[in-house]
């Protein structure tokens, strides 16, 4: 089964179940064999929906869940192990870079094609903007974009593949003092990793992969640009 990387896990309430132990995991031995001493142990809840949070892309996850009633003996009662597929997604993407944890937009054309390469553009934001606002034109400063195209659209139009991360350093003013440097660091590596992320899962054109900011963000393209 293949599903998207924001997916909620679901399962039906056992008879006797007051509560469930959730494990997740990607190796199906280690999620089959975990207890609750085991990374896989997700938390015991009532609920009978778990969110994971933002999954990696295409790539294969294994879960279960055991039926827990204190009360009796034989609890728990361990369930089977399920598997599902994180897919190969298009359109607007809200997604975590693993390395770095760095949240960023991403957005791919609906009619993608694996079969070619497509070029891939960094746009970083302005100050006290984040990822979201640079990929849809939105937020205090988006009145400089004059109307102009939202990067989807662009995207859309031009084959193109877009990242906005969210970052630490795209602010003014430009002290480039101790910490504002610790900062730019910062985005240089999740740059680099959602770089190699995205490649990653998506036909890119190493080629053609393009850094751009604004305001703020120039900051960010810069000491990128010249590392």
Same mark, same amino acid.
Request: charged share 20%; glycine share 8%; hydrophobic share 35%.
């Given at each position: 089964?293949?599903?998207?990387?924001?997916?909620?896990?679901?399962?039906?309430?056992?008879?006797?179940?007051?509560?469930?132990?959730?494990?997740?995991?990607?190796?199906?031995?280690?999620?089959?064999?975990?207890?609750?001493?085991?990374?896989?142990? =997700?938390?015991?809840?009532?609920?009978?929906?778990?969110?994971?949070?933002?999954?990696?892309?295409? =790539?294969?996850?294994?879960?279960?869940?055991?039926?827990?009633?204190?009360? =009796?003996?034989?609890?728990?009662?361990?369930?089977?192990?399920?598997?599902?597929?994180?897919?190969?997604?298009?359109?607007?993407?809200?997604?975590?870079?693993?390395?770095?944890?760095?949240?960023?937009?991403?957005?791919?054309? =609906?009619?993608?094609?694996?079969?070619?390469?497509?070029?891939?553009?960094?746009?970083?934001?302005?100050?006290?903007?984040?990822?979201?606002?640079?990929?849809?034109?939105?937020?205090?400063?988006?009145?400089?974009?004059?109307?102009?195209?939202?990067?989807?659209?662009?995207?859309?139009?031009?084959?193109?593949?877009?990242?906005?991360?969210?970052?630490?350093?795209?602010?003014?003013?430009?002290?480039?003092?101790?910490?504002?440097?610790?900062?730019?660091?910062?985005?240089?590596?999740?740059?680099?990793?959602?770089?190699?992320?995205?490649?990653?899962?998506?036909?890119?054109?190493?080629?053609?992969?393009?850094?751009?900011?604004?305001?703020?963000?120039?900051?960010?393209?810069?000491?990128?640009?010249?590392?």
């Amino acid at each position: 089964t293949s599903v998207n990387v924001d997916t909620k896990l679901d399962w039906s309430n056992g008879v006797l179940a007051i509560s469930h132990d959730v494990y997740l995991g990607n190796n199906p031995k280690a999620v089959a064999c975990a207890t609750r001493k085991s990374s896989e142990f =997700k938390g015991n809840q009532t609920a009978t929906t778990f969110d994971p949070g933002v999954l990696e892309l295409d =790539k294969d996850y294994y879960w279960r869940v055991d039926e827990v009633n204190t009360t =009796k003996p034989s609890s728990p009662w361990k369930g089977k192990v399920c598997h599902f597929t994180t897919k190969v997604s298009t359109g607007r993407q809200t997604l975590i870079e693993p390395v770095t944890t760095r949240r960023y937009i991403l957005y791919v054309p =609906k009619d993608y094609n694996a079969n070619l390469s497509y070029p891939l553009i960094i746009s970083s934001h302005g100050t006290s903007q984040n990822g979201d606002t640079e990929m849809d034109s939105t937020g205090p400063n988006s009145g400089f974009d004059n109307g102009t195209p939202t990067w989807p659209r662009l995207a859309e139009d031009n084959d193109v593949i877009v990242a906005c991360p969210d970052m630490v350093g795209a602010h003014g003013p430009c002290n480039l003092d101790a910490k504002h440097l610790s900062q730019l660091a910062s985005d240089d590596a999740a740059i680099m990793n959602i770089i190699s992320a995205v490649k990653g899962v998506y036909s890119i054109n190493a080629n053609a992969v393009f850094i751009t900011g604004f305001s703020g963000g120039g900051h960010v393209v810069h000491y990128t640009g010249l590392r």
